[in-house]
């Protein structure tokens, strides 16, 4: 049980666009998201935490305007990366938690994302 | 303020022997845990083992064992007869209440088994 889902796996795109990536619970009820960026040979980052139903916690740093979450359902949280640029590129991480609170976070496989 | 310390950046061993990554952590809180998780070249994190603060057990799987010691704040892994299928990248991580649960990542190590 407690399978995450994360697309797409990969993906490379053009200066300028937009890329969403979406992030599924498969067989819990997902209340808290949390979505994470990891650069080559460092530590997952956390980026922001999401409850379903209310606006993303961003953390120190990321720019909430280019980095939209929406965490419409208790299945499902989308990170939008707006306008991407080469800097954005990197390996994003999604990661789900029902309730309570101390449960633990179960993480999709993450996606790649290449801006060229 | 917590904090997970992986001291060792990188361990190459040869295979079949046997290996431990350490891992120190901080925190105020009496109720806490403490996770360790794999990270191959694919990229994925594989979950590993989860440890509750009240729960000093050593534990044991296969190959794998972790060594809890709340009086030295640490939470050792053992890797018993390594492979090369065991090279990745190690990570120990913290959850305690005043994060809100939300997961403290330590640097990571990156474990190179050698044929």
């Known amino acids: 049980g407690a399978v995450v889902s994360q697309h797409p796996s990969w993906v490379i795109c053009k200066s300028g666009t937009s890329v969403k990536i979406e992030c599924r619970s498969l067989?819990?009820?997902?209340?808290?998201m949390f979505w994470y960026r990891q650069f080559p040979k460092q530590s997952l980052m956390l980026m922001a935490t999401s409850n379903e139903g209310s606006k993303a916690t961003y953390e120190q740093g990321v720019e909430k305007d280019k980095f939209l979450i929406n965490h419409a359902s208790l299945t499902l949280s989308t990170l939008t990366v707006t306008s991407a640029h080469p800097e954005d590129s990197s390996f994003y991480i999604c990661?789900?938690?029902?309730?309570?609170?101390?449960?633990?976070?179960?993480f999709g496989d993450g996606t790649r994302l290449s801006i060229l | 303020a917590q904090k997970v310390t992986q001291a060792q950046t990188e361990i190459s061993v040869v295979e079949k022997e046997d290996v431990t990554l350490d891992c120190v952590y901080e925190t105020r809180d009496t109720t806490y845990y403490l996770f360790w998780y794999k990270q191959p070249p694919s990229g994925e994190l594989v979950f590993l083992i989860r440890?509750?603060?009240?729960d000093e057990q050593n534990e044991i799987s296969g190959r794998y064992s972790w060594n809890f010691q709340k009086s030295t704040s640490s939470f050792n892994f053992t890797i018993t007869a390594s492979q090369v299928v065991d090279s990745a990248v190690y990570f120990c991580a913290l959850s305690d209440s005043d994060s809100n649960y939300q997961l403290i990542w330590g640097a990571g190590t990156k474990l190179i088994i050698k044929p």
């Open positions: 440890r509750n603060s009240f």
């Open positions: 990661s789900a938690r029902g309730q309570p609170t101390n449960q633990p976070q179960h």
């Open positions: 067989d819990f009820q997902a209340t808290t």
